[in-house]
């Protein structure tokens, strides 16, 4: 059966003690069955600060999963001071469970083919798209090819430039950086696929035809006519924010990251009246308008729209299209997307805020790419509950999708 994978998934390598943001703390490290009950077996190395009978009797059940059960401080207890696996140290590897030896990579089996993919809420994976000139994403075996994987296809062809997948007959002419906004992107695709789930039969012409360029120029002309206020989608994706981490400060996770973000997303929701008027921060050096800040943020973060095209395309090839999915998975996956989009872009603009508005640092955006994808990594019956629980419909209509992205 043949294998996937994007170009530079050989390439990845954990950073270990280099990491600054440790796959061991602040979030539930799976421990699978079969590596349980090895467990049961073995003794806690002697370093370990807590010892206790064998290695399972540091693991729990937490939302009927068995994971790892972690320190006061939220910390793997085979974490060691220099940030490197204490079993691995002692046992090597092969101690490890199913989720260690694997993150950050992610398989899905087809019935035809196998796609390996890495996800984004490790660092040294954002290292790796930062580094790539223009990421690659392999186009499925012929014999596999589906409508499903047509649209992905197109969907990749339009957020990054030819070529992006190992065909012959490409077609679309992608929108550069100049010329499309991010936003503008994930706009068209979310139409579009809002349009094909309303149609009654999905073939690889209709495909062709909403993704074909003159298609796509009436769209990009319709786009920019529709007045998107700025003010509506800022204090909707500020509010976002605050929903999103609600639980994971309850929960005193990524405290570091979340606390001073959200405190200045609260006062903004509470102290701003109006978008246009000039207001002031606490300890912040600044008497300008939200609209001013928000136009000059804009700015400075159109500076990382390469890397966030390839984080994005990269989401796409992971995760729009996964065994069994139907068309209106992809449109609830593209919905996740951006509820994924907005966040980063919120949290970047606070912390530009917080920072006395000067550059987005490389180490910036990949520390919030990493902590929002670890966020919002929930499995795709959790993603339904949290839209239909949060939302008015668990399929939006394309105003709302534009409200939270703007353009």
């Not at 390439?11 to 421990?31: G, L, M, P, R």
């Not at 012929?142 to 030819?162: G, K, M, S, V, Y």
């Not at 012409?205 to 074909?212: A, H, V």
């Amino acid at each position: 059966m043949k294998r996937i994978r994007p170009d530079f998934y050989n390439e990845f390598h954990c950073i270990a003690d280099s990491c600054t943001i440790t796959c061991c703390q602040e979030w539930k490290i799976a421990v699978d069955p079969d590596t349980n009950r090895k467990w049961k077996k073995v003794s806690a190395p002697a370093d370990v600060p807590e010892q206790k009978k064998n290695l399972s009797a540091y693991t729990e059940k937490k939302d009927g999963l068995r994971v790892i059960q972690l320190d006061s401080d939220h910390r793997c207890p085979f974490l060691s001071e220099n940030r490197l696996c204490r079993l691995v140290t002692a046992y090597g590897d092969k101690i490890l469970s199913e989720t260690c030896t694997t993150f950050p990579r992610e398989i899905h089996r087809f019935p035809c083919h196998i796609e390996e993919t890495l996800m984004p809420c490790c660092p040294a994976v954002i290292d790796l798209l930062e580094q790539a000139d223009a990421s690659q994403f392999p186009d499925v075996p012929t014999e596999c090819d589906t409508p499903l994987f047509q649209i992905r296809r197109n969907i990749l062809r339009l957020l990054l430039p030819a070529p992006v997948c190992s065909v012959e007959d490409y077609s679309i002419e992608p929108c550069s950086a100049e010329i499309c906004s991010t936003e503008d992107l994930l706009l068209k695709i979310h139409y579009i696929l809002q349009e094909l789930y309303r149609n009654d039969s999905l073939d690889e012409t209709l495909i062709r035809d909403y993704f074909s360029a003159d298609t796509l120029s009436q769209l990009s002309d319709a786009i920019q006519s529709i007045h998107l206020p700025a003010e509506d989608t800022f204090f909707e994706c500020n509010e976002l924010l605050q929903d999103l981490a609600v639980n994971y400060q309850s929960e005193k996770l990524y405290c570091d990251f979340l606390n001073p973000i959200i405190s200045l997303s609260e006062y903004i929701s509470e102290s701003a009246t109006d978008f246009m008027h000039p207001i002031s921060f606490p300890s912040l050096d600044t008497g300008t308008s939200l609209s001013e800040l928000w136009s000059d943020f804009q700015i400075r973060f159109s500076e990382v729209q390469p890397l966030m095209l390839k984080f994005l395309a990269n989401e796409i090839f992971s995760d729009l299209v996964t065994p069994d999915s139907h068309l209106e998975d992809l449109l609830i996956r593209i919905q996740w997307i951006a509820l994924e989009y907005s966040p980063i872009r919120q949290s970047l603009f606070l912390q530009w805020l917080q920072n006395n508005r000067s550059t987005l640092t490389y180490e910036m955006v990949r520390r919030t790419l990493v902590i929002i994808t670890r966020m919002t990594g929930y499995e795709e019956e959790d993603i339904r509950k949290y839209l239909t629980n949060s939302f008015e419909a668990l399929i939006w209509d394309w105003g709302y999708f534009a409200l939270i992205l703007g353009h």
